[in-house]
């Protein structure tokens, strides 16, 4: 099985040549779902959206896609209190926390942005606890995805203002409920990091997967467009899973690997 996480594409400022290499690369890949984590447009407009839009129904699989912050309308202020998720929903539907369950995978969306907060990503007592009971009907076979916008784990020491509020409860308890994954985006920086149980080391263990920007001019230093491609397999009851980091080549005007992380699962269940 494979997922394909595409996280920050900001229609708007994306760049034609790397539209046209992704969509090579998921033709090539044949993924079975795309994860689109947010930050889908640059400023939320309808001509964004609808660019995003077109670009989806190139795509040969299913998607499921939560918003960013910046697919809450900036300027129009009474879009954005009114009716923050109109343009959004219009393209990828009314459900802002979408789920996708198989007999190999269950991938639920989490809606981490707040119309109150300009950046910041939140999580509430009501989400964290909704994700739980989820996790817990999980089957032993199936991968444990967490999708949402925003980080909770940082390494670079600029990003911790960027982390999601509420991480600190939320984050533990999801491991302890059978978390394997939670994959975001955000700050344009591609990365996996184990996350830990209310134990922490000594405990059960997550992954997080941060995704840079697939396609914007938006880039974060010298770091190129990027997304990840996740792997998970189940050979005689053991769990196989991986993340490659593809970026993308301006000289080859294509996606290549540059860096594969295997994760340990753990299953007590």
């Excluded at 920086?189 to 914007?216: C, D, F, H, M, N």
Aim: hydrophobic share 40%.
């Amino acid at each position: 099985m494979k997922l394909l996480q595409i996280s920050d594409p900001h229609f708007g400022t994306e760049q034609l040549p790397v539209v046209t290499a992704l969509l090579e690369f998921v033709k090539a890949q044949a993924p079975d779902l795309v994860l689109l984590s947010g930050d889908i447009t640059q400023r939320a407009r309808r001509n964004q959206f609808a660019a995003a839009g077109r670009f989806v129904k190139q795509l040969p699989c299913p998607v499921l896609a939560v918003p960013g912050n910046h697919d809450i309308p900036l300027y129009n202020l009474a879009a954005r209190f009114i009716n923050p998720y109109g343009n959004f929903q219009r393209v990828f539907g009314s459900n802002l926390e979408p789920e996708f369950e198989t007999d190999e995978v269950l991938v639920i969306g989490i809606n981490s942005t707040r119309a109150s907060r300009h950046k910041n990503g939140e999580v509430s007592p009501e989400q964290v606890a909704r994700v739980i009971q989820r996790l817990r009907q999980a089957k032993p076979e199936q991968l444990r995805v967490i999708m949402q916008h925003h980080p909770v784990k940082a390494v670079a020491e600029s990003d911790t203002a960027n982390l999601l509020i509420g991480r600190e409860h939320a984050v533990p308890a999801w491991v302890d409920a059978g978390l394997d994954l939670l994959v975001g985006g955000h700050i344009h920086l591609p990365y996996v990091w184990p996350i830990y149980g209310q134990a922490g080391e000594t405990g059960r263990k997550g992954w997080t997967a941060q995704a840079g920007t697939a396609l914007s001019s938006r880039v974060r230093g010298d770091i190129p467009n990027s997304v990840n491609l996740i792997s998970h397999s189940l050979d005689n009851g053991k769990h196989q899973c991986a993340v490659e980091r593809w970026d993308y080549s301006s000289q080859a005007q294509a996606f290549a690997q540059v860096l594969v992380t295997d994760l340990e699962l753990c299953r007590d269940s």
